[in-house]
């Protein structure tokens, strides 16, 4: 799909070797570095549990609601840390996070979703942002008076990135778009990702457990395991990288295994020292 990273492109966001800890106890990510380059796909990679989800919390600023901090490093955006700022400033800046799970307003219709999404535009274009999220999600448009609790989980999925789409952002986070939806789906939503990056310049960090997906549609990648970047590089190679392919994508030098069996191998020593 999409092959090598984008590595003279300026540097959106750019996070310096954070550490997080929740309850001043838990230690969950140990020193995390990574770049998000303007209009690049970066995916974000690692089994449940590695601190992927965390990693898009600190960044977009809502870890203090689960009574967790950035104790350690800094994050920055355009340059400027933005790590003190409020979720609401940050969407302002363009940095907007499509949360695990979608948490559409089930109550409200696919419209009514799609408009708070635009609450903090004050350009007056918020009819044609609409009109261009209908046009990448044009089943949002058959469904939109529909109430959002009684629409399917991908048709909320493509609610939850149209609402984010609708503040004007220019990255967007989005975490674990393919969790829970059928195999044509998760092609669907990752295409229309690809799209509003050529298209539409949007750059996008996406925390992704389905590694082969992600890595077919991304520019570069970041491989988490226990809080830490194991692995990092364009995601052409990655998806060679013969680590990767034992650990996450369920293949070897002898062929495919069960997820099962590769899900019991032992990490290399130099992934965990």
């Known amino acids: 799909m999409l092959d090598g990273p984008k590595t003279e492109a300026e540097t959106l966001l750019e996070v310096n070797n954070i550490e997080v800890i929740y309850n001043h106890v838990i230690l969950v990510l140990k020193g995390v570095s990574l770049n998000v380059p303007k209009g690049g796909i ?38 400027k840390r933005v790590q003190d700022l409020s979720p ?109 990056n050529e298209r539409e310049g949007v750059s996008f960090l996406l925390a992704e457990q389905n590694t082969n997906v992600a890595l077919r549609f991304a520019h570069y990648g970041y491989i988490l395991e226990s809080g830490r970047v194991v692995m990092d590089g364009a995601a052409s190679d990655l998806r060679e990288n013969p680590d990767v392919k034992e650990f996450y994508l369920g293949m070897s030098d002898e062929g495919r295994k069960s997820f099962r069996d590769t899900r019991s191998y032992r990490r290399r020593k130099r992934w965990l020292s």
Do not use: W
């Not at 009574?67 to 350690?72: I, Q, Y």
């Not at 044009?138 to 008076?145: F, H, N, Q, S, Y």
């Open 42 to 79: 970066t995916a974000l990679l690692g089994g449940n549990g590695a601190g992927k989800t965390t990693t898009l919390k600190a960044i977009s600023n809502l870890l203090h609601s689960e009574r967790g901090e950035v104790t350690k490093g800094s994050i920055e955006y355009r340059g």
């Open 88 to 196: 609401a400033e940050l969407v302002k800046r363009g940095v907007v996070q499509v949360m695990e799970g979608r948490h559409c307003f089930e109550h409200l219709t696919i419209e009514e979703n799609l408009l708070t999404g635009a609450y903090t535009r004050r350009d007056g274009k918020s009819a044609e942002a609409l009109e261009m999220v209908y046009d990448y999600f044009p089943r949002l448009r058959e469904r939109r008076k529909s109430q959002a609790g009684y629409t399917s989980g991908g048709e909320q999925q493509m609610c939850a990135i149209g609402r984010a789409l609708m503040s004007k952002p220019e990255t967007i986070l989005l975490d674990e778009p393919s969790m829970g939806l059928a195999p044509q789906l998760v092609e669907e939503i990752f295409t229309i990702v690809k799209n509003l």
